[in-house]
């Protein structure tokens, strides 16, 4: 479980409690409409929106809770807990809603309302990480699946977007970044980086010889799971056991839930408390997305090197070029 390793015979509550404690995000309904005059509910067309909140919101866990973290009912959790729930609800006003997503996603092609692939999913959680200066991620989206060393070193030692800038471009996020400023300097010589690694595992159907890779990928512990599913059917896939793979499926469909007075979350339907879901590796739709998660350049520096032994195993090749580059 991203990066986790339990025996099911001897930890089988440890791996329940670890699937239990990453941020759920599902379908919901009676938020307020979508642009002002859209639909209220994603029921039916946002789930591979919902996954991509997940993969997000365990990046931002790593970041401010660290991997150990973990959610208990009734059990008060960390400021910093709440502020990462806050980005994520379903109202125009935080920089990871639903209603950002879908409107941003018009950028990306998608009409609101409209499905989306992991790619097209990937390219909007880049665009809106622009704005939100309190996580300061930086997101890398790989392309035809290569890996730039040196572009992503260059783009986590530096800090080039500002918020004059973000405002010239786009009023639409203004409130939303507002939501997510932090108003202490940046002070990081190294800026978080979520990697995303969009791939076509197969034609119509994965091909068993990228299996073992795929499941590689859960072992890292920068890894922030994968992306995928059936045709039409999304699911944040964050482990494996054999030959099955285990996700959270955002296709449960739940009531709006807004801050109290007191400015918290009641959470409890952010967390799905049932056994984990399974499906067959085969069985999964040949386009994913592989998310990754470097807090320090020191993550990244042993990503790279793990990656290197994957390809010096032949499950992927690996080759560098005067930039450095993965393939």
Not at 226 to 237: D, I, M, T, V
């Amino acid at each position: 479980i991203l990066g986790k390793q339990y025996d099911i015979k001897t930890e089988k509550s440890e791996l329940l409690l670890d699937v239990t404690s990453r941020l759920w995000f599902t379908y919901r309904k009676k938020f307020s409409p979508i642009g002002g005059t859209g639909p209220s509910s994603d029921a039916g067309w946002g789930c591979m929106l919902r996954c991509g909140q997940m993969m997000l919101a365990q990046a931002l866990i790593c970041q401010h809770l660290g991997r150990e973290w973990q959610w208990e009912k009734h059990k008060k959790q960390p400021e910093e807990y709440n502020q990462i729930l806050q980005c994520f609800l379903d109202r125009k006003n935080s920089c990871y809603s639903i209603h950002q997503m879908a409107q941003m996603g018009v950028g990306e092609g998608k009409s609101i309302g409209e499905w989306y692939g992991p790619n097209t999913v990937a390219q909007v959680l880049k665009k809106l990480a622009l704005f939100d200066e309190w996580n300061s991620l930086a997101v890398y989206v790989s392309m035809d699946n290569t890996v730039v060393i040196e572009d992503i070193r260059k783009m986590c030692r530096h800090h080039p977007y500002n918020w004059s800038t973000a405002q010239g471009s786009s009023h639409t996020h203004q409130s939303a970044w507002s939501r997510c400023r932090d108003t202490s300097e940046q002070t990081s010589a190294w800026r978080p980086l979520l990697l995303i690694v969009p791939l076509r595992l197969g034609i119509n159907q994965i091909n068993p010889v990228y299996i073992d890779a795929f499941k590689e990928c859960f072992k890292m512990p920068q890894s922030l799971g994968a992306l995928g599913g059936k045709p039409n059917n999304a699911y944040y896939f964050i482990g494996f056991s054999g030959d099955e793979l285990i996700y959270l499926d955002p296709h449960t469909t739940q009531t709006f839930v807004d801050t109290e007075e007191t400015g918290t979350v009641q959470d409890q339907t952010y967390h799905c408390q049932k056994n984990p879901n399974r499906m067959k590796i085969l069985n999964l739709d040949p386009s994913v997305a592989l998310g990754f998660f470097c807090k320090e350049e020191a993550d990244f520096d042993n990503w790279c090197k793990t990656v290197e032994k994957v390809g010096k195993a032949n499950i992927s090749q690996y080759a560098t070029s005067g930039r450095g580059v993965l393939t």
